[in-house]
């Protein structure tokens, strides 16, 4: 099987960053394809960058180096480590950046970057994604251990992720992620929703559930499960986010009436 990168980052394409990243890999590892997974994730945006790895990982193949270089702590006291996670290989800053993935599947290793044999000879102190995740990355595809690149951990730093909740006849989540649309993305499971007479969220109804994006009029905001299957509140041909000034956090109710929950919970009970 051939082994392959993807690449997400904060960097833009303007300055170079990126392509300096590119060319120690390809310095390493010639034959090995790298995959721009995104490189506009908002500057230093922890969640934003978790989020989107999240999207991905598991739709590419056993084997995969997902390389993560979104570092607002870069130089400091945060961990540069590696995890192996359901055959996949991510190499990452250790600030809650692979929460999502953790999150989804318990990793069978974690891994410091410590041996200095798999690294530049010179390591910058503001650009340890080209001397120090990028090399790692490289070798990793080229077969090495993740345990020749350091020593194992077990405490990884994770992102406070907040359950949705559900008491009487209403569920109760909140926004976990903006899109580039302005689509309003929630932790509130499609399962949970089946059945509901209204959707609100910053002090306004966006009414039931619809299918889709064009079952609104152009500029009305809706809501609907989306292609991760979760509720998400949207306008149609306009940014909800804008229309609605909500971002990550808005809580986000969703009320059932006097109907039966989805799952069993009733009227009157809190699950």
């Not at 607002?72 to 055959?87: F, L, N, Q």
């Not at 926004?175 to 932790?187: E, K, P, S």
């Not at 009029?217 to 000034?245: F, N, T, Y």
Request: hydrophobic letters at 45%; proline letters at 8%.
């Amino acid at each position: 099987m051939t082994r392959r990168i993807t690449l997400l980052t904060d960097f833009g394409t303007a300055d170079g960053y990126v392509a300096a990243i590119k060319g120690v890999i390809a310095a390493i590892a010639p034959a090995v394809p790298i995959d721009d997974a995104a490189h506009d994730i908002p500057p230093g945006d922890v969640w934003a960058a978790a989020w989107a790895l999240a999207r991905y990982w598991r739709l590419y193949p056993p084997e995969t180096v997902h390389l993560v270089v979104v570092d607002p702590g870069v130089g400091g006291d945060r961990r540069p480590i590696v995890a192996e996670v359901d055959g996949r290989l991510f190499v990452a800053p250790d600030n809650g950046v692979l929460t999502r993935v953790l999150a989804d599947v318990a990793p069978s290793g974690l891994f410091l970057i410590e041996n200095e044999r798999y690294r530049r000879p010179t390591v910058s102190a503001t650009f340890h994604g080209r001397d120090l995740f990028a090399p790692a990355a490289a070798y990793l595809a080229q077969g090495i251990a993740p345990a020749e690149l350091g020593p194992p951990i077990s405490d990884p730093v994770l992102l406070p992720l907040r359950e949705p909740v559900r008491s009487g006849n209403r569920a109760i989540g909140e926004v976990v992620h903006v899109d580039r649309f302005g689509n309003l993305i929630t932790n509130l499971p499609a399962a949970w929703c089946r059945g509901a007479i209204e959707v609100r969220i910053a002090g306004r109804s966006v009414g039931p559930l619809r299918r889709t994006y064009v079952d609104a009029a152009p500029g009305e905001l809706l809501a609907l499960v989306g292609s991760a299957d979760l509720l998400e509140v949207a306008a149609r041909d306009a940014s909800a986010a804008a229309l609605l000034g909500a971002g990550r956090g808005e809580t986000v109710i969703v009320d059932f009436g006097s109907l039966t929950l989805p799952g069993g919970a009733s009227h009157g009970e809190s699950v």
